[in-house]
């Protein structure tokens, strides 16, 4: 059975974390929100907070929710994870005037991110859906890494034999981000690193779909050159368990 | 400069296999696991083998010092092995009834380890492990298993860790994990799970991958020997990787303690297919009690393969002259490195050493190194102890030394 906490921790930063990804790489997405100066807050007991801040056709997200325009808060981490599958309905506790935004703006941003994230064959035909899809897919699942290997039983077992430094993730040519492991913790950054202690490197952002969707593996893929790993080999072992976690939360 | 090896068949092999193999290669010998980086320096697929040195598909030779993980200590196709090995063939390998070098075997290995009055035959080493498990379980009628973190002891669901894919909290809800050389955390395990700790295991010393091989500490293993003895728990040595490499009588004879059981395989018989319990008497009836059985398990070949390498590595006193031939090649490696300024690390004993150039802590440089070897007919690996074997010669530690040099000078300029 999936852990609540660990799931609305996915939901919180990996998939509502994926928000600002998407306004950057999709224009439907950025131009639903290109009038926006707002902020709306998550505030889930004994849980994750966080505040999407919008600001004018870009967007970002903070920890916490102490500066938010709009606030949702949830009594339990079930019914935050019930608001991302769509079984619960949130309800603004502060800005309830802005309840606009929420049913005007953000649940079609949720859309779209759902369009992207479980994407039909059919839709992948489309080169540029396909990139987007990707792209906000890898951004999704690095940090799912980061919040399983932090927040779930067996990911924190894979995450106490990381030694502390950066895993880099990439897909060649196209997208980087690191994990930085520090006494076993982890925090996922969707951004190139300057140093890193070990690396996996995806050939293709084809081959990067592929292996997400399971249609490759990548113990073989390593013998075929199509993923490359190097420097502190453990830490991408392990990083790679926790990997294997992913879809169980996701899926 | 030495010709840099092509392998362009061991490629077009890998693509078939990975058609119809699942990851193409899989396990230790596979590319991933093994930690080939990069990709392009190491050969995939084996032609022939014969002494130090192995052909791959390619028709390229290496010196080889992973001795197929351990099993070819004489030398591979060892002349006296396989003789005795194609006589028995010619009588008959798996049979209906046993043959009686089933009992030749086990009253040699009787006659050879120190702590062994019995002796119990199998494939592989994970076979012995967990029957040396499943024993302490049995005879304790306990649960618990203490463990040193780094360890390796096969592949069945108790060695594997609770993130293993496939592996399920109940496989391994009754491990603990401790850190090795830390005698106070074995007391304070006894401690707390006070009357339920069935067995102990562990592998004579630390030889885990990816980090330097750990000697135990002054008296360990006499404490750790005397807190089982006190506690009613089966100390368990796992010489499947170590065995016959440092000690003719076992790794716990060479440290001064005797186990209750002990587990053998890779070079029990220079390749041939067996592996051995060995156990204390207190532990034979258990043992006569358990369930635990294989198709090929009784095969007459591997036995008489067994008796002829044991014979013959009494003979030749094999522990001394392969920690001699380490020793020479470990001294070459170190002023090799040292020439260039680099600071290479060798540990463990000689016949089984871990290599690793310290001046990188990400091991990039050492991988980078370890590919120029491997590209100019070394055989090493990355992050594995590696094996000498009875048949290497001053002329190949000499030219291991030579290729050795040449691969530190190409990272020299690459890097400077």
Redesign the interface.
């Known amino acids: 059975m999936k852990d609540q906490k660990t799931l609305a921790y996915i939901n919180m930063f990996a998939i509502l974390g994926s928000i600002p990804k998407l306004c950057k790489e999709c224009k439907e997405a950025r131009d639903l929100i290109k009038d926006d100066k707002i902020s709306l807050g998550f505030s889930v007991k004994n849980g994750p907070q966080a505040t999407l801040v919008f600001d004018k056709g870009s967007c970002y997200m903070v920890e916490g929710v102490k500066k938010c325009n709009i606030k949702l808060c949830f009594s339990t981490c079930e019914k935050f994870n019930g608001m991302i599958d769509g079984t619960v309905t949130p309800i603004p506790r502060k800005g309830l005037l802005k309840v606009m935004f929420l049913l005007k703006k953000f649940m079609p941003l949720t859309d779209i991110l759902s369009k992207y994230l479980r994407a039909t064959e059919e839709d992948l035909k489309d080169k540029e859906f396909f990139n987007i899809s990707t792209l906000v897919m890898f951004n999704v699942i690095t940090e799912a890494m980061a919040q399983i290997g932090n927040h779930d039983r ?2 924190k ?2 995450a106490s034999y990381i030694t502390d ?1 950066n895993v880099k993730i990439e897909i060649t040519g196209s997208e980087s981000a690191y994990i930085t492991a520090k006494d076993h913790i982890l925090t996922a950054y969707h951004t190139t690193p300057d140093t ?3 690396y996996m490197s995806f050939e293709s952002i084809e081959l990067a779909r592929d292996l997400f969707d399971g249609k490759v ?4 893929a ?4 199509q993923v ?7 830490m991408v072992d ?1 990083v790679n ?2 990997l ?2 992913v879809s169980y939360y996701l899926a | 400069m030495r010709k840099i090896n092509d392998y362009t068949k061991s490629r077009d092999f ?2 078939r296999a ?1 058609n119809v193999i ?5 396990g230790h010998q ?4 093994g ?6 320096a190491f050969p ?1 697929f084996s032609e022939k083998a014969k002494g130090s040195y192995i052909w791959d598909v390619d028709g390229n030779r290496f010196i080889d010092y992973m001795c197929a993980y351990g099993p070819n200590i004489l030398g591979y196709n060892d002349p006296d092995v396989d003789e005795a090995a194609a006589k028995q063939r010619e009588k008959g390998d798996c049979i209906t009834f046993p043959s009686t070098k089933m009992i030749e075997f086990a009253e040699l290995l009787v006659d050879t380890v120190a702590s062994a009055d019995w002796a119990f035959f199998a494939k592989n080493g994970n076979d012995v492990t967990t029957m040396a498990i499943m024993a302490s379980r049995a005879y304790t009628k306990r649960k618990k298993i203490i463990f040193f973190k780094g360890y390796y002891h096969g592949v069945s669901p108790w060695t594997q ?5 496939g592996i399920i909290e109940e496989d391994v809800c009754n491990n603990i994990y401790l850190d090795w050389n830390d005698f106070n955390a074995v007391e304070e395990a006894f401690e707390k799970y006070k009357g339920q700790i069935a067995a102990v295991i562990s592998q004579p010393y630390m030889h885990g ?2 980090k330097d091989n750990e000697m135990p500490a002054k008296d360990f293993w006499q404490k750790v020997r005397k807190i089982c003895t006190e506690n009613g728990t089966v100390l368990v040595v796992d010489d499947v990787r170590a065995g016959f490499r440092m000690d003719i009588a076992g790794s716990d004879h060479y440290f001064g303690f005797e186990a209750d059981l002990i587990c053998f395989c890779k070079a029990l018989a220079n390749g041939y297919n067996v592996s051995a319990l060995c156990g204390k008497e207190f532990l034979k009836s258990t043992v006569s009690g358990m369930s635990y059985t294989g198709s090929y398990w009784l095969s007459a070949v591997p036995f008489a393969a067994g008796i002829a390498c044991i014979n013959k590595l009494k003979k030749i006193d094999a522990p001394k002259i392969l920690i001699e031939k380490g020793a020479k090649l470990k001294n070459g490696l170190i002023e090799a490195g040292k020439k260039y300024g680099y600071d290479l690390r060798v540990t463990g004993l000689e016949s089984l050493f871990y290599l690793r150039i310290a001046d990188d ?4 440089l050492h ?1 980078e190194w370890i590919a120029e070897c491997v590209k100019r007919g070394v055989f090493f690996t ?2 594995h102890n590696h094996f000498i074997n009875a048949s290497l010669t001053d002329e190949d530690i000499k030219e291991t030394v030579e290729i050795a040099d040449e691969a530190f000078s190409v990272i020299k300029n690459r890097h400077s």
């Open positions: 067996v990911g077992a894979s430094g890193f202690t070990s593996n990548a113990v073989a390593v013998g075929l050159g490359r790993v190097g420097g502190m080999i453990s392990n368990r926790i294997d976690r | 890998f693509a990975a699942p990851s193409g290669i899989y596979g590319p991933a696991e930690c080939y980086v990069p990709i392009e995939f860790k609770i993130d293993y894919s991958n990816f802590p990400t091991l990039m991988q990355n992050h």
